[in-house]
């Protein structure tokens, strides 16, 4: 079985390091979106838990309990 020769090594490593980069911008990438989509998500939410109050607000019926004896 022949040894590798030097070159081949130094490739080998350049490939390597050239894919850890990549890999790092790809996360950054990834985490950048995450982010932002979790925003969005959290606004939803808020907007459909806050619709039932704003909506009752807007309606203009008033709640008073009436108890008649």
């Known amino acids: 079985m022949a040894k590798p020769s030097r070159t081949t090594d130094l490739r080998d490593s350049r490939r390597f390091l050239t894919d850890a980069r990549t890999r790092i911008f790809y996360k ?9 989509h979790v925003a969005m ?7 459909i838990r806050a ?4 909506l009752h607000l807007l ?9 008649e004896f």
């Not at 950054?28 to 932002?36: C, G, H, N, T, Y």
């Not at 619709?51 to 704003?54: L, M």
Request: charged share 30%; hydrophobic share 50%.
């Open 59 to 67: 309606s203009g019926e008033k709640d008073e309990l009436k108890l």
């Open 28 to 36: 950054a990438e990834a985490l950048k979106q995450l982010r932002s």
């Open 41 to 47: 998500f959290g606004a939803w939410v808020v907007a």
């Open 51 to 54: 619709a039932p109050y704003v």
